[in-house]
């Protein structure tokens, strides 16, 4: 359980400098939430595949974990990006 916290929060950390450098090289402020949308994507289609897919054993599990993982990225690059936002 302690790595699966450490990798959600390695994964929140990634999302977070993303949106920091998108803002240091790009000055629209839709740029800085692109992976945020990538993210909210990745997790859509994972859900699909869960619900409508013929899942065998844990399959299903492990895409839960790993909508999990890109909703750690989206929350990091959404904080960050408000906090940007709010002070740039």
């Keep these: 359980?302690?790595?699966?916290?450490?990798?959600?929060?390695?994964?929140?950390?990634?999302g977070a400098l993303a949106s920091f450098?998108?803002?240091?090289f790009f000055?629209?402020?839709?740029i800085w939430?692109?992976?945020s949308l990538i993210g909210v994507?990745?997790?859509i289609y994972y859900s699909l595949r869960i619900e409508f897919g013929k899942t065998e054993g844990f399959?299903?599990?492990?895409?839960?974990l790993l909508s999990?993982?890109?909703?750690?990225?989206?929350?990091?690059n959404v904080q960050v990006?408000?906090?940007?936002?709010?002070?740039?």
């Design 1 to 14: 359980m302690d790595r699966l916290v450490m990798v959600l929060l390695v994964l929140a950390a990634v």
């Design 59 to 64: 399959e299903a599990l492990g895409y839960l």
């Design 33 to 35: 939430y692109f992976p």
């Design 21 to 24: 450098l998108l803002s240091r």
């Design 41 to 43: 994507l990745i997790i």
């Design 68 to 76: 999990f993982m890109a909703l750690a990225v989206v929350v990091g």
């Design 81 to 88: 990006g408000l906090h940007l936002k709010a002070f740039l």
């Design 27 to 30: 000055k629209r402020k839709w």
